[in-house]
């Protein structure tokens, strides 16, 4: 097996988080592409792993911390390592210790090029970016934010820990529509993939919606909110840690707030205080 640097031909299967099995959606593929082709020349490392068969079995990405959307310095930052874990195309290829192989690709590069250590984030719990990954490796937690924790390994004694950033402000809830904000990086395929289904929930709501785009990518933009990725509904964090929905579900769900704002009821989906 070998980890390579993506090329034009591995190219798709990274944009689509190696979902080869469904077609592409054009719009998700094209704000992937334009994260990746904005960060070629800030340090983006994106890598596949592929079998002695050809296939395409893992991913990851990863550039200088203060290119990400994490806070800190002389760290080199995982943004994602995924191992073919669907049952479908070419099967679960998980628990074959490709995630330690990649991550120590990644460490061993982290070195050569004379990062102080490596952050990485992940989820405390079990079944999708599980944070004992890294702990399991010897990383070391340095922040949390909801379920969210950021951990790292540090390669030198004067290395200063990542964080989180903390959130600045949040969208105002509308006076008379609907405020709807998403927030997209571009990083992440599973984000930009909600913010197309974002666009097509609120499609011809005009009139109940106010809908509002903000690319964080820009890091002046990313300061000013302290908000990286995530959907608000009314001010609040639509659905936090819960599995994505469809945009026929959201607009469901917006409608339905829509009603109740008008009568004084409560909005579904909203997360509670």
């Known amino acids: ?13 990274f944009l689509r988080c190696l979902h080869d099995e469904r077609p592409d959606d054009p ?11 904005a960060h070629r020349d800030s340090g983006l490392r994106a ?32 943004l994602c390592i995924w191992v073919h ?15 330690r192989l990649i991550l120590g690709t990644i460490e061993r590069e982290a070195r050569a090029s004379g990062f102080a250590g ?16 890294y702990e399991h490796m ?24 990542p964080r989180f950033h903390r959130e600045v402000r949040r969208p105002e809830p509308g006076a008379e529509k609907v405020s709807v904000t998403i927030f997209c990086n571009g990083w992440c395929t599973g984000s930009c993939e909600g913010c197309i289904k974002t666009r097509d929930a609120v499609e011809g709501l005009a009139d109940r919606i106010d809908y509002r785009e903000i690319d964080t990518a820009d890091p002046e933009v990313l300061q000013s909110w302290g908000i990286s990725e995530g959907l608000y509904v009314e001010g609040e964090l639509y659905r936090p840690y819960e599995p994505p929905c469809t945009s026929e579900v959201l607009r469901r769900d917006l409608l339905e707030l ?16």
Request: aromatic share 10%; hydrophobic share 40%.
């Open 1 to 13: 097996m070998h980890i390579l640097d993506v090329t034009p031909e591995t190219e798709p299967t």
């Open 27 to 37: 719009r998700v593929v094209a704000l992937r592409r334009r994260w990746v082709d």
């Open 47 to 78: 890598k596949v792993l592929i079998l002695e068969t050809g296939e395409v079995a893992g991913m990851c990405q990863s550039l200088p911390i203060e290119r990400s959307h994490l806070l800190g310095r002389d760290l080199l930052a995982i």
């Open 85 to 99: 874990g669907y049952d479908h195309h070419i099967g679960n290829r998980q628990g074959n210790g490709y995630g």
């Open 118 to 133: 490596v952050a990485a984030w992940g989820m405390d719990f079990p079944y999708w970016n599980p944070v004992s990954f």
């Open 138 to 161: 010897g990383y070391e937690r340095a922040d949390k934010q909801g379920m969210a924790v950021l951990v790292w390994k540090p390669f030198t004694a004067t290395a200063a820990p």
């Open 258 to 273: 829509w009603q109740n704002k008008r009568g004084g009821g409560r909005a579904p989906g909203r997360a509670e205080e």
